[in-house]
């Protein structure tokens, strides 16, 4: 019986093709306009969901928990940098609390060598990283170049003496790209010529951040607003987390830096280079 009806109907089929055109010419019709709607639903969607993501401006977190060693420069009788009242280790400080307060939005945890302002050697301040079998290490200093209050601007330092190096040059990237979004920074990092105890004899990747000059009035200003130690704070929170995800985009050349572009060796062994000429000083 169901062959037959089936017979039947390729018979009435073929006797009458226009018809059957019809049924093949607005299934076609019908396909289409759902695949349209499939694809205008889809492109909606995309549209929203790229606008909400803008909107949460969510931030992107490593897959595990990265340590990380924030060390405040100076501290206690070392007040490092200064003008007038305003001293570097009170700047360095301010920026490493307000790392260590945002760290958890960027799925990192922060550690500091010190919380209140108090002394540190550079063979304590390694140590205590190491005990903390932390992922890495970030030291943050300001800089300052008197008589030459037009120099200004970021740097990022690093040590080819660091184990670690290469890793070390990937952070110090990283830091940099994402500082360079809001703040003038150096395109290259920078390398000095003297030891710099706490990247060259630290395990860990390790990065030195000059957070601008204090003998320089717009740093200066900079330095001591509270909005620009926060956004110093996040950039310096999505370097690293950049860096902890293994999304570092571009490797920035290191140079060698001239005695007249810093202050201090930042925890060298005892020598300070200023103006060209090498003079006994405390390390911090």
Known sequence: MFKSRLKEKLIFASMNPLNSRNKIVKNIFFLSLALCTLLAIAVTSVFFLNKNKEAAAPVHKPNKIFTVIVD?????????????????????????????????????????????????????????????????????????????????????????????????????????????ADFKVSPRLQQRSENIFVLADNYLPSILIECGFITNPNDLKMLTDSSKIQLIAKQVLTGISAYARHSVINQYAVQIASPSSHHKTGYSEGTRIKK???????TV
């Open 72 to 180: 405040a420069g100076h501290g206690g009788r070392d007040e490092g940098a200064r003008k007038g009242n305003i001293k570097e280790k009170d700047i360095t400080l301010a920026i490493a609390k307000q790392v260590e307060a945002f760290g958890p939005q960027y799925g990192l945890k922060i550690l500091l060598t010190r919380h209140t302002d108090t002394f540190m050697n550079p063979l304590h301040r390694v140590a205590f990283a190491l005990q903390q079998n932390a992922d890495a290490y970030v030291s943050i200093h300001v800089n300052e170049l008197k008589g030459y209050s037009y120099v200004s601007g970021m740097q990022v330092y690093v040590s080819n003496k660091n184990p670690d190096f290469n890793q070390s040059r990937s952070l110090g990237s990283a830091v940099a790209q994402n500082l360079g």
């Open 276 to 282: 060209g000429r090498k003079k006994n000083s405390k």
